[in-house]
């Protein structure tokens, strides 16, 4: 089994920045695949940005420019740098590993950008 540990979202005024942060443990040897979805109030749950074991990277292109992801494979830790936030970033935001075949969640952190 995989737990996954979440932890900087919070409240944020538009423009700001936040620093996301994804903690995985278990019975793992390597992960494959670790990203961010992300799931605004009425809306389904979208893919934010993912990155593999070797560092490359794909984004959503609402965030393009404006987030970056990064993973420690030593730590089993994938980041999300958020710069230039929007109040339409306003979601929760859930990380994800793949360490083979299934996919493994986080419990989801909230990020609310102010106007």
């Known amino acids: 089994q995989v737990q996954l540990v979440e932890s900087g979202g919070g409240l944020v005024q538009a423009g700001g920045s936040l620093r996301l942060s994804c903690a995985a443990s278990?019975?793992?040897?390597?992960?494959?695949?670790m990203g961010w979805y992300r799931q605004a109030p009425g809306k389904q749950r979208d893919l934010v940005a993912r990155?593999?074991?070797?560092?490359?990277?794909s984004y959503a292109d609402s965030v393009k420019g404006r987030f970056t992801i990064s993973r420690d494979n030593a730590k089993n830790t994938v980041y999300l740098q958020m710069n230039s936030l929007k109040p339409e970033d306003t979601a929760v935001y859930y990380c994800?590993?793949?360490?083979?075949?299934?996919?493994?969640w986080g419990q989801g952190t909230q990020v609310t950008v102010s106007s």
């Open positions: 990155i593999t074991t070797g560092g490359s990277t």
């Open positions: 278990g019975t793992i040897f390597s992960i494959r695949v």
């Open positions: 994800y590993v793949i360490p083979s075949i299934d996919v493994f």
